[in-house]
């Protein structure tokens, strides 16, 4: 092969074994063809087994699709561990049952690293921590203070929700109601997006607070809404904690016969492409533009290094984005 691609036998290692060494793209396309040309298929078992490393990465999620941005964090992954020569098996943590295997399967050796974003209480820090005591390379989305052992990706979610919040204080509104997620409303401190909702409002002494769940899915989002609208005291502006959840409730006000923005402003979170096309288009809270790539380089960084670095925290920019439902 070697000689069929015109580089050394050490290039062709580089190349078939994924090690992370400057090969450049010409070669590399070179050892490529020639393998297939060859019809090389490279033993993944017996690799793993003379390396001691499965060549795979574990992406743990909240569920299985559905979340948009969850759908860009893992293809950013997969991206990156098809160009590093790793596969990539993913696990969904719904309910303490599947966290507890979660984390068995982590401790047993399942994969090299792990990549976690997982809402919700049931991986909860000393989990988190006992899997980063093992040595396994970890990145956690989370913004749970005093994680150890691992890099952390932090997004300032209670000040951007503030910041809606503000704005539609000082467009008049009075009664916002505030859409929740089940995991945010069952905590014992608020935390957040609900935290930013509360924070917002005491900081300009309003006391009227609305606080209801919905936000988990379209349907229940879209009833909520529907509820809500349909009270005597209705709110004059919902902020749901989710994008896909504030689309349901313009449908729901559209359906009710009231304009949006004028008779209820509507903010959601997330920032999704789908907010664009919406009558009128979303108001909402998020990154301005969705890509992983400085996350999933923190796992590839960690288990490549031939020393472990040093825990690192990254602060993602989350910010409010105003636009014609607000």
Not at 296 to 325: C, M, N
Request: with cysteine; aromatic share 4%.
């Amino acid at each position: 092969m070697a000689e069929l691609a015109n580089v050394s036998v050490a290039t062709v290692s580089y190349v078939l074994s994924g090690r992370d060494r400057p090969v450049a793209a010409e070669t590399r396309q070179r050892v490529l063809d020639a393998a297939r040309q060859l019809g090389y298929t490279p033993n993944q078992a017996a690799r793993s087994l003379r390396r001691r490393r499965t060549q795979r990465v574990c992406l743990v999620l909240s569920t299985f699709g559905g979340v948009p941005a969850d759908e860009r964090l893992a293809t950013d992954l997969h991206e990156m561990a098809d160009a590093r020569g790793y596969s990539v098996i993913t696990l969904a943590v719904y309910s303490e049952a599947r966290a507890a295997a979660a984390i068995e399967m982590l401790r047993g050796g399942i994969a090299d690293g792990a990549l976690i974003n997982v809402v919700g209480d049931h991986l909860a820090r000393d989990l988190l921590e006992g899997v980063a005591a093992t040595g396994l390379p970890m990145v956690v989305l989370s913004n749970e203070s005093g994680l150890e052992g691992c890099d952390v990706v932090r997004t300032p979610e209670a000040e951007a929700s503030a910041e809606a919040v503000e704005h539609l204080l000082a467009t008049g509104r009075r009664r916002i109601a505030f859409m929740g997620q089940r995991h945010e409303l069952y905590r014992d401190k608020p935390a957040g997006r609900l935290l930013g909702y509360l924070t917002a409002l005491e900081r300009h002494g309003v006391t009227d607070r609305v606080v209801t769940g919905g936000a988990d899915d379209r349907v229940a989002a879209y009833q909520t809404a529907t509820e809500l609208l349909r009270s005597p005291d209705r709110p004059d502006a919902i902020f749901a904690a989710a994008d896909r959840a504030a689309i349901s409730a313009i449908s729901a006000a559209r359906d009710l016969g009231l304009a949006v923005p004028d008779d209820v402003a509507i903010v959601g979170v997330g920032n999704i492409d789908e907010g664009l096309i919406t009558n009128p288009q979303l108001s909402t809270v998020g990154p301005l533009r969705h890509d992983y790539t400085d996350v999933v380089r923190l796992l590839f960084d960690r288990l490549q290094a031939d020393e472990p670095p040093p825990a690192r925290e990254i602060v993602r920019s989350w910010t409010f984005l105003r636009r014609g439902s607000s």
